[in-house]
């Protein structure tokens, strides 16, 4: 079976959807990575219409900018103050018609001067799952049977709250909703998906002719099928064989169940292709993830929106990607990413955060308790412990010493650091930027680098270390630490050469060494402290 291109097809998405009771209008909540919206707007575009038509109201310009910025050549159709779904489809061919007709003008043509003429397929933007296979079988019916009226029902366990397919001598002759039908019509468990085929002339027509006597004082659109089946003209169910394709979103508790569903086919997807999902329970991946051979995912890990995953690489566990392009045999484990890059043969994590911006060559590591923003790693580097790389650039098989900061804003301006090739910074180095260490240059532990540093240079920085000899036994005398120093002292006593014993008796009569700090120069009267052999052991 195959159809030819729909003159139309219209998204109903004016509804208020207030089941949800959220201030973001039903349409632009997501499962997947997508909104209902757009699950909906690319399945109706894979069918290949002529206009695409997206009735809004509720949240009008949020929902209609939505609508653009996903497919740019959506007409936009306002629903007016007049409720029910018969009225957002009455409105969508208000606006085809004047398409129509000014194509027509233009082109001098009598095709069109009448309004939208053909196949007109309608649908819900709240039915996520439903896609282009499930449609296109519809129209194909649908133009097959040479039908006014092609309805997509669906048997269900529960059909409670849905409209119900009514049928005489099996032939389709209404279609009645829940707040509507009689106890024993609520039996039916055959119910109206509300997506439809629609010859547009005879659509036109019927709905001139809808009123609003029902329950919700609204212009249904499921009662065109009765007006069509009255007036002898071709009306047909077709069902659907998986419910899920039909579901629709009312509220969160279904907006949750269809998310996990449609999780559960994407893993099965991705496994069916060569991906090892470890543990499917708490593996969550969106729809526009891309996913090479060998890939595994490790137990919880999330990898979210444009993400995509080169052949062999493993990933997790308790991994959040979003927007990430990882290249083939890459390991991430235990890292939150997003809008970064990291090329093949890189390693990152565990306990990494990636900031957007964030790129890592070949081969290159990003390691323990490190975060990165806007900061191009190159090939072979490593920033491998308890770091902050930020506005920065590192060169091709540098090394970054543990527990640095790239010191890139002075409370107004962000400032960028360069570091070239094959450098090796000490740990515990501050890069106050905007700096530059050039290739091949090292800098000693504890420097931080405040002015460029030449390629093949060593820069260190600090004042030197100053020791204040028994300044424990004196000062904290008594204690843990004291006895301690005590004990090791008395023992090193024996391992001291002459000359070191004397410098030692010297700098303790000199009050605690050259440069000594006042308070520490006077004797301590408690220990006696003026030599080391001199204590009140
Ligand atoms: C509708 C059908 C019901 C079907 C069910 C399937 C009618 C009268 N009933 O009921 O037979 O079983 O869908 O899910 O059609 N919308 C508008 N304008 C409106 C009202 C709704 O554009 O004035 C849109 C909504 O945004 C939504 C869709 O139409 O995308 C369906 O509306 P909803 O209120 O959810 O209809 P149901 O009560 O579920
Ligand atoms: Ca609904």
């Known amino acids: 079976m195959s159809h030819t291109r729909p003159a139309a097809v219209v998204v109903l998405a004016a509804g208020e959807g207030t089941r949800m009771k959220s201030s973001v209008p039903k349409v632009l909540h997501r499962i997947g990575g997508r909104s209902l919206l757009q699950h909906a707007l690319s399945a109706a575009r894979g069918l290949d219409p002529e206009r695409l038509v997206v009735v809004v109201r509720h949240e009008r310009d949020a929902v209609a900018a939505h609508a653009r910025a996903i497919d740019p050549d959506v007409t936009i159709a306002d629903q007016d103050e007049i409720p029910g779904t018969g009225r957002a489809v009455q409105c969508a061919l208000g606006a085809l018609d004047g398409a129509a007709q000014a194509a027509a003008a233009v082109e001098g043509s009598a095709a069109g001067a009448g309004g939208v003429s053909g196949a007109v397929v309608v649908m819900a933007a709240d039915t996520p799952l439903l896609d282009t296979a499930t449609l296109g079988e519809l129209l194909a019916a649908h133009q097959d049977d040479g039908n006014a009226v092609t309805v997509l029902s669906a048997t269900v366990p529960d059909p409670y709250g849905y409209g119900r397919i009514l049928r005489e001598d099996g032939a389709v002759v209404g279609v009645v909703e829940e707040r509507d039908a009689t106890e024993e019509q609520r039996e039916i468990r055959e119910i109206n998906t509300s997506t439809y085929a629609f010859d547009a002339e005879m659509l036109r027509d019927a709905l001139g002719s809808v009123g609003q006597d029902n329950a919700q004082d609204e212009v249904y659109l499921t009662d065109v099928v009765a007006l069509a089946a009255r007036s002898g003209q071709g009306v047909r169910a077709i069902s659907v064989e998986d419910p899920w394709l039909v579901e629709g979103v009312n509220d969160r508790v279904q907006l949750a169940a269809l998310g996990a569903e449609l999780n559960r086919r994407i893993l099965e997807g991705w496994m069916r292709a060569g991906v090892t999902v470890v543990d499917p329970a708490t593996t969550w991946i969106d729809l526009d993830v891309e996913l ?3 890939v595994t995912v490790l137990p919880g890990t999330q990898l979210y929106g444009a993400t995509s995953v080169g052949d062999g690489s493993a990933i997790g566990p308790d991994t959040t990607l979003t927007d990430v392009r990882v290249g083939a045999g890459v390991t991430v484990s235990r890292t939150h990413g997003s809008e970064s890059v990291l090329d093949d043969g890189a390693t990152v994590g565990p306990f990494a955060y990636l900031r957007p911006g964030t790129r890592l060559g070949s081969d290159g590591k990003i390691g323990t308790f490190v975060e990165t923003k806007k900061a191009d790693i190159g090939p072979g580097a490593k920033v491998p412990h308890l770091t902050y790389v930020g506005d920065a650039e590192i060169g091709e098989g540098s090394n970054i010493g543990a527990s640095s900061v790239f010191v890139n804003y002075d409370g107004v301006r962000k400032h960028r650091t360069t570091i070239g090739r094959h450098a090796r910074t000490g740990s515990d180095n501050m890069f106050v930027a905007p700096v530059t260490v050039g290739d091949g240059a090292y ?7 405040r002015e460029d540093v030449p390629p ?15 300044w424990v036994l004196r000062r904290r005398p008594g204690t843990a630490s004291a006895e301690a120093a005590e004990a090791a002292l008395a023992q090193g006593e024996m391992s001291l050469s002459d000359q070191a014993r004397a410098e030692r008796a010297a700098q303790s009569r000199a009050g605690g060494g050259a440069g000594g700090p006042g308070p520490e120069h006077q004797r301590d009267e408690r220990t006696g ?9």
């Open 443 to 449: 800098t000693g532990a504890g420097t931080t680098v």
């Open 292 to 294: 090479g051979r060998d």
């Open 456 to 470: 093949g240079a060593l820069a260190v920085s600090g004042a030197g270390q100053r020791t204040i000899r028994d």
């Open 529 to 537: 402290t003026t030599d080391e052999g001199d204590t009140d052991r």
